[in-house]
């Protein structure tokens, strides 16, 4: 029994211990208030612990359409597709970048790349921008991270507000010579950290690695994944380095494998053996409880060109569709489950969780709250691709049914989405030419037509540079 419930039950012990007398009477209005006065402290302090533990994964280069919930007919995503049911799920989430630093700097952020100065992996969110792990330590949470991809590790984390931070890499990828950690042990050190028991309630980041390539995947997730769809099958030549138009990048190719379609077939074995270690994590009873005392809120960093626009198999380049559309799903406490086709972007995540939790929000934040409801009817998401990921630096606005492209040096792009197969751009149909003008005026509202100045961040150990190229983020 709870103090309280002792003081309750001695003041009525004791009421009918004693004589029907106003003195008698007084004593106990005196205790009655006194168990008052303690249950309302009971109920405040039951509040300061009943914040709810959060679970957010993220994934490197997975689309959405791999996804059975968003339309996939391969059946690569039994779990996650389990997990969508009786959630929030977002149609229409886009990345702020095709790379991974960037993308993810700007949802723990709230800002845009050129503001945090992450413009590009290997390089830290400065000193002094209050992140997603800092805001939720300040209101007392345990923040933890486990992350699988390198550009994550030591030196250049994206660390800052986090209590502990496994980058432990102890695999080494079956065709190159770099560090991994596959989807099996990422599962296994975010259970272990789980289950640590804590007088905090925690935020655990845990960021996957598998869709990137190479893609590695089980054997035995082979099978499964030989249905694929796409461009027809074509033997694909080697590019001399990581660009990826009309060729196999360099880091992605497997000595005398050249057909597209094989590299497809390995890709989605990749999606399925990350759907069976993301099930395990959520089918864990302390992790499925979330689904009605806590918050669990899944997406990746950015997308993969599978052909489309004549891109093989690499991300970072562009700014199109398969690039930055990604998948969002959000269950717990406090959830309403559904379908949303409005425009969000990765930059409301700190703002939605923050509204969710009905924590302070900053005015500052690029994001909005999306979790409670829609934004305006007429809003309109950027992303960016930054020189050193690029030939041209290239700007897209997405609006629900359209997006328009600025390439620098090049020109406009204006497509009907999701699709992007016809380039409108010379007709221009009025909505696409307001989607256009609506595009320079963000870029100027926003600054984000001044390219990036070389910041300190940017210098890089040969080690660093390496790893990078080998990783295809830089040519």
């Given at each position: 029994?709870?103090?309280?419930?002792?003081?309750?039950?001695?003041?009525?012990?004791?009421?009918?211990?004693?004589?029907?007398?106003?003195?008698?009477?007084?004593?106990?209005?005196?205790?009655?208030?006194?168990?008052?006065?303690?249950?309302?402290?009971?109920?405040?302090?039951?509040?300061?612990?009943?914040?709810?533990?959060?679970?957010?994964?993220?994934?490197?280069?997975?689309?959405?359409?791999?996804?059975?919930?968003?339309?996939?007919?391969?059946?690569?995503?039994?779990?996650?597709?389990?997990?969508?049911?009786?959630?929030?799920?977002?149609?229409?989430?886009?990345?702020?970048?095709?790379?991974?630093?960037?993308?993810?700097?700007?949802?723990?952020?709230?800002?845009?790349?050129?503001?945090?100065?992450?413009?590009?992996?290997?390089?830290?969110?400065?000193?002094?921008?209050?992140?997603?792990?800092?805001?939720?330590?300040?209101?007392?949470?345990?923040?933890?991270?486990?992350?699988?991809?390198?550009?994550?590790?030591?030196?250049?984390?994206?660390?800052?507000?986090?209590?502990?931070?496994?980058?432990?890499?102890?695999?080494q990828e079956k065709y190159r010579d770099e560090p991994t950690r596959r989807a099996g042990r990422t599962t296994d050190a975010a259970l272990a950290l789980w289950h640590v028991r804590r007088s905090k309630p925690l935020f655990l980041w845990v960021h996957y690695m598998d869709p990137h390539g190479p893609y590695e995947a089980p054997e035995s997730f082979a099978e499964e994944a030989t249905r694929v769809t796409g461009p027809e099958d074509r033997t694909l030549s080697v590019s001399a380095d990581n660009r990826s138009s009309g060729a196999i990048p360099r880091y992605q190719y497997i000595s005398g494998?050249?057909?597209?379609?094989?590299?497809?077939?390995?890709?989605?074995?990749?999606?399925?053996?990350?759907?069976?270690?993301?099930?395990?994590?959520?089918?864990?009873?302390?992790?499925?409880?979330?689904?009605?005392?806590?918050?669990?809120?899944?997406?990746?960093?950015?997308?993969?060109?599978?052909?489309?626009?004549?891109?093989?198999?690499?991300?970072?380049?562009?700014?199109?569709?398969?690039?930055?559309?990604?998948?969002?799903?959000?269950?717990?406490?406090?959830?309403?489950?559904?379908?949303?086709?409005?425009?969000?972007?990765?930059?409301?995540?700190?703002?939605?969780?923050?509204?969710?939790?009905?924590?302070?929000?900053?005015?500052?934040?690029?994001?909005?709250?999306?979790?409670?409801?829609?934004?305006?009817?007429?809003?309109?998401?950027?992303?960016?691709?930054?020189?050193?990921?690029?030939?041209?630096?290239?700007?897209?606005?997405?609006?629900?049914?359209?997006?328009?492209?600025?390439?620098?040096?090049?020109?406009?792009?204006?497509?009907?989405?999701?699709?992007?197969?016809?380039?409108?751009?010379?007709?221009?149909?009025?909505?696409?030419?307001?989607?256009?003008?609506?595009?320079?005026?963000?870029?100027?509202?926003?600054?984000?037509?001044?390219?990036?100045?070389?910041?300190?961040?940017?210098?890089?150990?040969?080690?660093?540079?390496?790893?990078?190229?080998?990783?295809?983020?830089?040519?």
């Amino acid at each position: 029994m709870s103090i309280s419930g002792h003081l309750t039950l001695a003041v009525f012990t004791l009421a009918r211990s004693m004589p029907f007398q106003t003195a008698g009477i007084e004593i106990v209005r005196s205790l009655l208030r006194c168990v008052f006065v303690l249950a309302l402290w009971t109920l405040a302090v039951g509040c300061r612990r009943a914040k709810p533990d959060i679970l957010l994964i993220t994934v490197d280069t997975l689309r959405a359409d791999r996804l059975g919930v968003y339309g996939s007919l391969l059946g690569l995503t039994p779990s996650l597709d389990r997990f969508a049911q009786g959630a929030l799920v977002f149609d229409r989430a886009y990345a702020v970048a095709p790379i991974t630093a960037p993308s993810l700097s700007s949802a723990f952020t709230s800002h845009y790349p050129h503001e945090t100065k992450v413009t590009d992996n290997g390089l830290q969110i400065p000193p002094g921008v209050p992140t997603l792990a800092d805001l939720l330590r300040q209101e007392g949470y345990e923040t933890a991270a486990v992350v699988s991809n390198p550009v994550l590790a030591a030196p250049s984390r994206l660390d800052p507000g986090f209590d502990s931070y496994d980058d432990t890499l102890p695999e080494q990828e079956k065709y190159r010579d770099e560090p991994t950690r596959r989807a099996g042990r990422t599962t296994d050190a975010a259970l272990a950290l789980w289950h640590v028991r804590r007088s905090k309630p925690l935020f655990l980041w845990v960021h996957y690695m598998d869709p990137h390539g190479p893609y590695e995947a089980p054997e035995s997730f082979a099978e499964e994944a030989t249905r694929v769809t796409g461009p027809e099958d074509r033997t694909l030549s080697v590019s001399a380095d990581n660009r990826s138009s009309g060729a196999i990048p360099r880091y992605q190719y497997i000595s005398g494998c050249r057909s597209s379609r094989d590299y497809l077939v390995r890709h989605n074995a990749a999606v399925a053996y990350l759907d069976s270690q993301i099930g395990r994590l959520l089918a864990d009873p302390d992790v499925a409880r979330l689904r009605g005392e806590g918050l669990i809120c899944f997406t990746a960093d950015h997308g993969e060109a599978l052909g489309e626009h004549n891109t093989w198999f690499a991300h970072g380049e562009n700014v199109y569709h398969e690039m930055i559309h990604v998948p969002w799903v959000v269950a717990g406490r406090g959830i309403r489950a559904g379908r949303r086709g409005d425009v969000v972007s990765l930059i409301d995540l700190l703002p939605s969780l923050f509204d969710q939790l009905r924590f302070p929000k900053s005015r500052r934040w690029r994001g909005l709250p999306i979790f409670r409801g829609p934004g305006p009817s007429d809003r309109v998401v950027l992303a960016a691709t930054f020189p050193a990921a690029s030939e041209a630096q290239r700007y897209v606005a997405m609006s629900a049914s359209a997006s328009a492209i600025l390439s620098v040096p090049g020109g406009w792009e204006c497509y009907s989405t999701p699709e992007e197969t016809v380039n409108l751009s010379e007709r221009l149909p009025t909505p696409m030419r307001l989607l256009a003008r609506r595009l320079l005026a963000e870029l100027s509202r926003n600054d984000l037509g001044n390219l990036v100045p070389e910041a300190p961040e940017r210098v890089r150990s040969p080690e660093a540079l390496r790893r990078l190229r080998s990783l295809g983020y830089l040519q």
